[in-house]
């Protein structure tokens, strides 16, 4: 018997572990893109359909996890997707069509759809509240291991054992901690080794949805969820695959350093989240002031990196994609705005429905640039100019974006009861 005290952290490791998972498998094509166009004759539509089709997958899997966590509850949910998402690393790497890649990847995403909130409700359930702010920065932190492991060490392996090898021996260790967070895993501190949903938490269908309907009501609502959208879509698109060809064939960089510079992207992300937080709840008081500015200022990289010769230095790039990655980092506060603006009853439901709208402006700007590419570029699809316009074209969604997000609502109230709660020492 594992005492609670020494069971939650472990919870919290294996939900971290879960959640680096899911960030490795979104970005992980980047930078074996040259991999798959010679070995399986891609284009661009196809590497943005494929890349794409992990985040069509997980934005769908949003309402259908919103509406049944709370039911089933994390430890089952979480256990019985992530082996749909084992399936899908191992279906990945024995794939020798574009269509197999693709259904690889789509149960990938429906594998990885509730590691994001099922260890937000583990964290609710687990600690005590007043840690809950912290411990969310540490472990979305945490987890962005697994973009960094999708960068320098993925081009290490594929190197090493080939990217199919790779991915068979990621689809073993997803099985491992999956089998592990079932074993040790437990929803509740309270609940016996074997747990069932009660009959008060099987609540119908329609009762669910009705929690949906104040929100659509609510223009803030739809502007943070707006800002979501472009902000992490922009953002993972590139990380996950536009960088990776922009940085070999724009600016001519070898894979290896293309993955270190992807690597400086999301160091400058684990380093940007907890700060931008930290700014937004103590310096400034303010949500919509931070997340407007990290806007701006990754539309500001963008469009310079867009305008870059090629033989640009190697420590200019590493400062503009670590502060791309950083600047960033002030999305993860819409998470705390939303839950501010709507019905405490709501809440949950507001930020489940946050993050449809963040995996599908990934699977929009990853699948639509490659249709649009391929389209106005039938000749040359992966040419420099084409990059360049597509990093401007972000940019300008990014400054629009932040101009419509000044329309959003700070709640002053909470910001200032947070700043002055007495400290507490109890866990």
């Not at 040259?34 to 890349?51: H, K, Y």
């Not at 583990?122 to 999708?150: D, E, K, Q």
């Not at 074997?194 to 949805?209: D, E, G, I, K, Q």
Request: glycine share 10%; hydrophobic share 50%.
């Amino acid at each position: 018997m594992i005492p609670k005290k020494n069971r939650r952290w472990i919870i919290y490791l294996l939900s971290c572990l879960l959640f680096a998972f899911s960030q490795f498998y979104r970005s992980s094509i980047a930078v074996i893109s040259p991999n798959l166009v010679e070995e399986l004759d891609l284009d661009t539509e196809d590497l943005g359909l494929i890349s794409a089709a992990f985040f069509y997958a997980f934005a769908t899997m949003q309402i259908p996890v919103g509406l049944y966590l709370d039911r089933v509850g994390p430890r089952v949910l979480m256990t019985a997707l992530s082996l749909a998402a084992v399936a899908g690393a191992a279906l990945f790497a024995y794939g020798k069509s574009a269509v197999t890649l693709i259904v690889g990847r789509s149960l990938l995403g429906v594998g990885m759809a509730c590691n994001l909130m099922g260890p937000l409700k583990l964290i609710t359930t687990w600690f005590s509240p007043l840690y809950f702010a912290t411990l969310s920065a540490i472990f979305v932190s945490v987890g962005t291991a697994g973009n960094m492991a999708a960068a320098t060490p993925l081009v290490w392996l594929t190197e090493w054992f080939g990217w199919r090898t790779t991915f068979l021996l990621f689809a073993i260790s997803n099985l491992v901690i999956s089998l592990l967070f079932y074993l040790i895993v437990r929803d509740h501190p309270d609940d016996p080794p074997v747990s069932r949903p009660t009959a008060a938490s099987m609540v119908s269908l329609s009762v669910a949805l009705s929690g949906l309907l104040p929100l659509f009501t609510r223009r803030d609502y739809w502007l943070i969820s707006m800002g979501t959208f472009f902000r992490y879509g922009i953002y993972a698109s590139v990380q996950a695959l536009w960088a990776g060809p922009f940085l070999m064939v724009t600016m001519n960089l070898s894979q290896m350093m293309t993955g270190n510079l992807l690597l400086a992207m999301s160091i400058g992300l684990i380093v940007g989240s907890p700060v931008c937080g930290w700014i937004s709840d103590s310096i400034l008081r303010s949500r919509k002031t931070v997340i407007i500015t990290g806007l701006v200022i990754m539309a500001g990289i963008l469009v310079t990196l867009a305008m870059l010769p090629g033989d640009t230095g190697l420590l200019i790039l590493f400062a503009l994609f670590f502060g791309f990655g950083f600047s960033s980092g002030s999305g993860q506060i819409m998470y705390a705005h939303i839950k501010e603006r709507m019905p405490h009853e709501n809440a949950g439901t507001a930020m489940t429905g946050i993050n449809f709208f963040t995996m599908t402006g990934v699977a929009f700007f990853l699948h639509g640039l490659g249709w649009v590419i391929k389209s106005f570029y039938p000749g040359g699809s992966l040419a420099p100019d084409v990059f360049r316009m597509a990093f401007i074209l972000f940019g300008g969604c990014l400054v629009i974006t932040g101009l419509l997000y000044g329309l959003t609502v700070d709640d002053k109230r909470i910001l200032r009861k947070r700043m002055e709660k007495p400290t507490d020492n109890t866990h």
